[in-house]
């Protein structure tokens, strides 16, 4: 984290990135489902040194009323990063980034979650970035997918999101810190497995159209490992006990 | 055909073919996918998810449990757990001479007292409309509130009422559940109130457990000999 280390090698004659990890292999995601009892719905995700939380309220009374939609239900995101989220205290104040983060993850999530179903009220995601290490947008989107789910909003699909990237000339998938500094491209998607459809699609960087192609690819295929473990966290929470599924 | 039940989760396909998509189900192309974490059951010619988590939303004719938040000069204002509040005329208390200026609401109704009402109408342009002008309804005078999770009520029914049937033979306590997950239990022991309440709640911790009805019952039983 912090500065750009020039002498930084990020793919190495082996084949192996700069934590270890081979070309398509992501880091270690843990999630988990609940764990906050006041919100209708949380979630938790560790992605690589990322660790984020996510509380979900809802469907409920809109504040202020005239935001609220009388044909639908409305949605509201909210990402945050805690001041010691990153080395240098980040000022708590919802910076640039963070709005355009919210943004992108209201819209990401909005054709997932059905809310024609509430008209007149809202959903509000609120997500804390306690520590970050590049790619929170997606774990974000990862955790408030699982989070709604959580609080039992109905959703035609799960979101799960993964970036995709290039870094020494070569496509990667789950860019890094130091991978998203000192690389050449970074590409986040959010998508809907069962559903087969994208909902978050960013690029920041240069890429061929066949890098491009391959970059997709690579992220959806990222994205499947996550939904896998998403799916995973909640049926530990809803169907543990030593159930069969 | 067979009534198959499966644990599913959002996206979750459930199965394919030409079925009839019912609760928390819906249809993309010929694949019928869940839309709520919940249980699936297949019908002859109808899916279903019976969900697991989620908030109350009305249905015309369900009885709710409410509790009075305000009013004004003509109605009030019932806190169902849902995300609409539910509305109370005034001339469904006071009968259809109801004048604004001779009778005061609050002589009937106060701001926290419960009432067992039902649901008179609701749409998606209005607030719920509930009554309370029935047979068993009306201010909830004695009796403990037990909140549970709306989704579990259907459980702690049970098939045709045994569960609830089962508890109130045991305990001895009148059971009075509003679909809205809020559930006023009084009895005339203390013993059997707490046993009630007891068994109220472990259905609620343990409402995707299958053979609940059994643990339930094993619960009430050991409970009386000790």
Same mark, same amino acid.
């Given at each position: ?19 270890g990890?081979? =070309? %398509? ?8 489902? /609940? *764990?906050?009892?006041? @919100?209708?719905? !949380? $979630? ?6 990322n660790?984020?939380l ?38 708590p ?18 054709p ?10 809202? =959903? %509000? ?8 290490? /590049? *790619?929170?947008?997606? @774990?974000?989107? !990862? $955790? ?62 240069v890429?061929?159209?066949?890098e ?20 995973k ?10 159930e069969?599924? | ?16 073919g ?61 806190d ?43 749409d ?103």
């Open positions: 984290m912090g500065g750009r280390d020039t002498t930084l090698v990020l793919l190495d004659e082996n084949g192996i990135r700069c934590d990890r081979k =070309v %398509d292999e992501p880091r270690r995601i843990m999630i988990k489902a /609940g *764990g906050l009892k006041n @919100a209708d719905g !949380s $979630a938790y995700i560790e992605f690589g040194d660790k984020i996510v509380g979900v309220f809802g469907p409920r009374d809109v504040h202020p009323k005239h935001m609220s939609n009388t044909d639908t239900g409305i949605l509201r995101v909210r990402y945050h990063m805690e001041p010691f989220s990153v080395t240098e205290r980040k000022n104040a919802p910076s640039r980034r963070e709005i355009e983060i919210s943004k992108v993850i209201k819209e990401a999530l909005e997932a979650v059905m809310l024609e179903k509430f008209p007149r009220t809202a =959903v %509000d995601v609120y997500i804390e970035v306690l520590q970050a290490d /590049g *790619g929170t947008r997606c @774990a974000a989107l !990862s $955790a408030a997918s699982v989070a709604l789910a959580d609080a039992g909003i109905p959703m035609r699909d799960m979101v799960a999101a993964c970036a995709a990237g290039k870094a020494a000339d070569t496509i990667i998938l789950d860019v890094n810190n130091e991978e998203d500094q000192a690389g050449q491209a970074d590409m986040p998607i959010g998508y809907m497995p069962s559903l087969e459809k994208i909902t978050l699609l960013q690029l920041d960087g890429l061929t159209p066949a491009y192609k391959k970059c997709v690819e690579t992220g959806i295929h990222g994205c499947k490992i996550v939904y896998e473990l998403q799916k966290a909640l049926t530990d929470k809803y169907f543990g006990n030593g069969s599924k | 055909m067979e009534n198959k039940r499966k644990y599913v989760i959002p996206g979750d396909v459930i199965t394919t030409p079925y009839r998509p019912e609760q928390n189900v819906i249809l993309d192309g010929n694949k019928i996918i869940a839309t709520a974490i919940g249980i699936s059951e297949i019908y002859d010619d109808s899916i279903k998810v019976i969900p697991l988590t989620g908030k109350y939303i009305p249905k015309i004719d369900d009885l709710v449990i409410g509790k009075v938040v305000s009013h004004t000069s003509l109605s009030w204002e019932l169902i757990n849902s995300c609409y509040v539910g509305f109370l005329p005034a001339q469904d208390v006071f009968g259809r001479d109801f004048s604004a200026h001779a009778d005061e609401l609050t002589s009937k109704l106060k701001s926290g007292d419960l009432v067992a009402a039902r649901i008179a109408n609701f998606r342009t209005r607030d719920p409309l509930v009554t309370i002008a029935d047979r068993d309804l009306g201010k909830i005078d004695s009796g403990t509130l037990v909140k549970i999770s709306p989704s579990k009520v259907p459980r702690l029914i049970g098939k045709r009422g045994t569960m609830i049937q089962m508890i109130e033979m045991a305990t001895g306590a009148a059971v009075t559940i509003g679909q809205n997950g809020w559930i006023v239990v009084s009895c005339e022991t203390p013993e059997g109130l707490l046993k009630a309440k007891k068994a109220i709640q472990m259905v609620d911790e343990k409402a995707h457990v299958a053979n609940l009805t059994d643990q339930v019952k094993e619960m009430l039983e050991s409970k009386g000999e000790s």
